[in-house]
């Protein structure tokens, strides 16, 4: 619609909340209202902020574990991450391994229910993880497989910066599934001597024959300890 000399010109608005009459040197004209962009409060703007770190760092640490989480079932695992990872943010202005503790990355097979005797865990220079094992150690319903082995992991490092992180881990001998006898199986990793946050994941693994098992079910992977500062 062109411009008018009056306003009356311009006819009745047909819908005022979308339309708005303006009057300029040259005269009356009709345009679409404007969008207001409405502007964050400041909480809402820390957590938008964040939020542009949190995720880009949670691929990094999935990235250095891919190895260990290939295959498994990790759900909604990467937003879980990135919430712990922002919370710690907001504490103390950088990214630890503190609210991870105690995290299942396969949220619908945890440790407990593969892993029956629970991991006896100790942490000084090394971290040193106790299993008995036996038959019936591992319970997985309907399975067919014959041995199982665990991986103790550690990951350490600046999450927030690219190529920031670093990984090692530890295997153990393989345990056969049907057994008379009961051993115990101590797995030993060293704690980086660095003062960059760390954590620790055990992870159980079955086999079928001389392959790994397939099913996601036949695996746990765990955080079982983080570095002493990240601790609150």
């Given amino acids: 619609m062109g411009l008018k000399k009056t306003q009356w010109e311009l006819g009745p608005n047909p819908d005022p909340e979308r339309w708005i009459d303006i009057r300029t040197k040259e005269g009356w004209l009709r345009r679409r209202r404007r969008k207001v962009k409405l502007k964050l409060n400041t909480v809402m703007q820390e957590h938008a902020d964040a939020a542009k770190l949190t995720m880009p760092a949670t691929n ?42 105690n995290l299942d990355l396969q949220p619908n097979r945890t440790m407990k229910m593969l892993l029956m005797p629970r991991p006896r865990v100790e942490v000084t220079n090394e971290v040193v993880v106790k299993i008995m094992t036996s038959e019936g150690a591992i319970k997985v319903k309907g399975s067919i497989f014959t041995e199982y082995y665990f991986e103790l992991i550690m990951l350490w490092g600046d999450v927030m910066k690219e190529r920031g992180l670093r990984v090692e881990d530890e295997d153990s001998p393989l345990y ?57």
Wanted: proline share 5%; charged share 30%.
């Fill in 60 to 101: 990094r640490l999935l990235g250095k574990l891919e190895p260990w989480v290939r295959g498994l079932e990790l759900g909604r695992i990467r937003t879980t991450i990135a919430a712990r990872l922002k919370k710690s943010y907001f504490e103390t202005g950088k990214m630890n391994f503190t609210y991870l503790q």
């Fill in 176 to 232: 056969p599934a049907k057994t008379e006898e009961t051993r115990q199986c101590v797995l030993k990793i060293d704690v980086p001597t660095t003062k960059q946050p760390w954590m620790a994941l055990l992870k159980v693994c079955c086999l079928e024959g001389k392959e790994l098992a397939k099913n996601p079910r036949h695996y746990a992977l765990k955080v079982i300890a983080v570095s002493a500062n990240d601790k609150c």
